[in-house]
Structure formats: structure tokens, C-alpha cells
């Protein structure tokens, strides 16, 4: 959507070097859009590697279940071996002046989020017993956690994009009060001159008699 200043184009170009980066390094990129201005702004260059995209237009308010569709398709086609790592761009909200495009890392998960929980394992000496076994826990976790993911990303995106598009009409407010104040300047200057080369035509006319 319009009216948010640079928002789209910012993660449009974090997205750009990645992609760019990858096919320099010889890996087969593989590109699935979220909303409708960075497909269109990635497909003018991109468009042999789009796989997928979903179009979020038609939402009005962000719920769990919209990120549902998107975890779906990632995890087709990662069980299918279409890629082995998947990485998320979007603007992480900071403030309302201020949003940060962010990477995220979502499949496999990041390594050091692994080495925090082994060393956590490591330095207690407490032994746990699970039921179902471990393994069970972790399949029914990992989309668990991998669609928890995804919604944030999808809020984190939505709040900086509200934050930008009042950012972004309140610049274009105060330009145009500017733009106002300057044209009512410009007008006065015009009608005082020309009310005073019709007092000098007066004048002039008045002396000849």
C-alpha cells in the first residue's frame, strides 16, 4: 500500500542483496512474497525464481490462523527438498519514527538458538523424563514455534508499516502547511504590487490633468 514513504522499499532492497548474494555464491534461490508491492517490485528482476506469494490485501485485522497458509507452503516444500534454509525479511518496529528491516533465519533454526539449549541442558543436573519421547515433542513443536514466527513477523510488519504511514503523513501535513504559508506569502506580495502600480497609474493620470 501507498502513503508509507520508503516502507516496501526497504525490505525490497535487503531482499535484493540476499538474493544477489546467494546466486554469486552459485545457491538456487527460490522467492515467496508476502502482499502484493514486493512481488511486483521483485518480479521486474527476480520474476524465474518466484515459487509462491500470498496476497494479504483483503485482511483487515491479523489473526494466528493468517500466518498458517504461509507456514503450510514453507513446510510443502521443505519436506519436498526444494530448499534447505529459509530466511524472512520485514520490518522489526522500533518506534513509530523508526523500523528496522530484519532477517530472520526460520528453517533449520538457528544455530544459536541450539547451543543456548544444550548448554542450559548441560549446566543443570536435573534429569528429565519425557512422555511422548523426545523426538514426538519436538515435530509437534517446531511448526508450533515456526508459525509463532511467522505471526510475529506478519505484526512486527504491520505495526512499522502503521508506524511509517503516520510518519509519513505527518511530514506530507506539515509540507503542505509549508507549501501553504509560502503560496499565501507569494499572493500577498502579488496583490500589494499590483494594487500599487494601480495607485502609481492614478497618480500619474491625476498629475497630467
Known amino acids: 500500500r501507498g502513503l508509507c514513504g520508503g516502507f516496501n522499499s526497504s525490505i525490497v532492497r535487503a531482499a535484493r542483496l540476499k538474493i544477489n548474494s546467494l546466486i554469486g555464491d552459485g545457491k538456487t534461490v527460490k522467492v ?121 513477523a506478519l505484526l512486527e510488519n504491520a505495526a512499522s508499516e502503521q508506524g511509517a504511514r503516520m510518519t509519513a503523513m505527518d511530514n506530507a501535513t506539515r509540507n503542505a502547511g509549508d507549501m501553504i504559508e509560502k503560496l499565501n506569502i507569494v499572493y500577498n506580495r502579488t496583490r500589494q504590487a499590483k494594487i500599487t502600480s494601480e495607485l502609481i497609474e492614478i497618480i500619474s493620470g491625476a498629475e497630467a490633468v
Open 32 to 152: 515467496m512474497c508476502v502482499g502484493k508491492k514486493g512481488e511486483d517490485a521483485l518480479k521486474r528482476n527476480y520474476s524465474q525464481y518466484f515459487v509462491d506469494g500470498s496476497d494479504m490485501s483483503g485482511i483487515k485485522k491479523l489473526a494466528f490462523s493468517d500466518a498458517q497458509p504461509i507456514l503450510d507452503s514453507v513446510n510443502e516444500m521443505f519436506e519436498a527438498g526444494d530448499f534447505d534454509v529459509c530466511t524472512v525479511f520485514y520490518n522489526k518496529f522500533v518506534s513509530v519514527m523508526e523500523q528496522v528491516v530484519t532477517e530472520q533465519q526460520l528453517v533449520p533454526l538457528p544455530t544459536s538458538d541450539v547451543d543456548h539449549a544444550e548448554e542450559a541442558a548441560e549446566g543443570s543436573d536435573i534429569s528429565y523424563e519425557f512422555e511422548p519421547e523426545e523426538s514426538e515433542i519436538l515435530a509437534d513443536l517446531l511448526p508450533r514455534n515456526m508459525a509463532v514466527q511467522v505471526y510475529r
